[in-house]
T-cell receptor
Framework: NAGVMQNPRHLVRRRGQEARLRCSPM?????VYWYRQLPEEGLKFMVYLQKENIIDESGMPKERFSAEFPKEGPSILRIQQVVRGDSAAYFC??????????FGSGTRLTVV | ELKVEQNPLFLSMQEGKNYTIYCNYSTTSDRLYWYRQDPGKSLESLFV?????AVKQEGRLMASLDTKARLSTLHITAAVHDLSATYFCAVDITQGAQKLVFGQGTRLTINP
């Protein structure tokens, strides 16, 4: 049971580049959530996905951010044309039928 | 909009002392979670409270839930330095779609 796998652990991008963050949920979990944590702050909900469906994207910025969870492969959080304000830790969580949420180790994005 | 408020946000205490962290939330929910986060790390699940009156204990930590008051507490007994971390409560809501809403976090520092 490998848990929730996120990669990369650390990502450095120059302003204007694209960032792709990957998340593989726990085995048997079909719900994936992305959260963003700014320095010294709590976690803010971004998006909730099931396979091939976006269930709730109320926390996603309207521009430059997108997420997917394809039938095969990991969930992807994509940030286009990154700006310094996008620097944060991005956590993925998955859940199954037992009300538990398991968090990945996070991807720490630094925009320079 | 659901609000989850923790207090205090910062807590510095001496080893051996007892203290309580409070988590208030603004809408009906029967599921509340407590997490621990060490600097630069992911979230470690501490407790899942699933019903009114639920009380769970693990070592020097004890969590309780009062759904009528919309209040959860995390009590620390005879604190030790290893408990220094940031503690988050999170409320599980199902308005439209299931997701966790986090409090701001309580940064706990335990001094020898």
């Amino acid at each position: 049971n490998a848990g929730v796998m996120q990669n990369p652990r650390h990502l450095v991008r120059r302003r204007g580049q694209e960032a792709r963050l990957r998340c593989s949920p726990m085995k048997g979990h079909s719900h994936v959530y992305w959260y963003r944590q700014l320095p010294e702050e709590g976690l803010k909900f971004m998006v909730y996905l099931q396979k091939e469906n976006i269930i709730d994207e109320s926390g996603m910025p309207k521009e430059r951010f997108s997420a997917e969870f394809p039938k095969e492969g990991p969930s992807i959080l994509r940030i286009q044309q990154v700006v310094r304000g996008d620097s944060a830790a991005y956590f993925c969580a998955s859940s199954g039928a037992n009300y538990g949420y398991t968090f990945g180790s996070g991807t720490r994005l630094t925009v320079v | 909009e659901l609000k989850v408020e923790q207090n205090p946000l910062f807590l510095s205490m001496q080893e051996g002392k007892n203290y309580t962290i409070y988590c208030n939330y603004s809408t009906t929910s029967d599921r509340l979670y407590w997490y621990r986060q060490d600097p630069g790390k992911s979230l470690e699940s501490l407790f899942v409270l699933l019903s009114n009156g639920a009380v769970k204990q693990e070592g020097r930590l004890m969590a309780s839930l009062d759904t009528k008051a919309r209040l959860s507490t995390l009590h620390i007994t005879a604190a030790v330095h290893d408990l220094s971390a940031t503690y988050f409560c999170a409320v599980d809501i199902t308005q439209g779609a299931q997701k966790l809403v986090f409090g701001q976090g309580t940064r706990l520092t335990i001094n020898p």
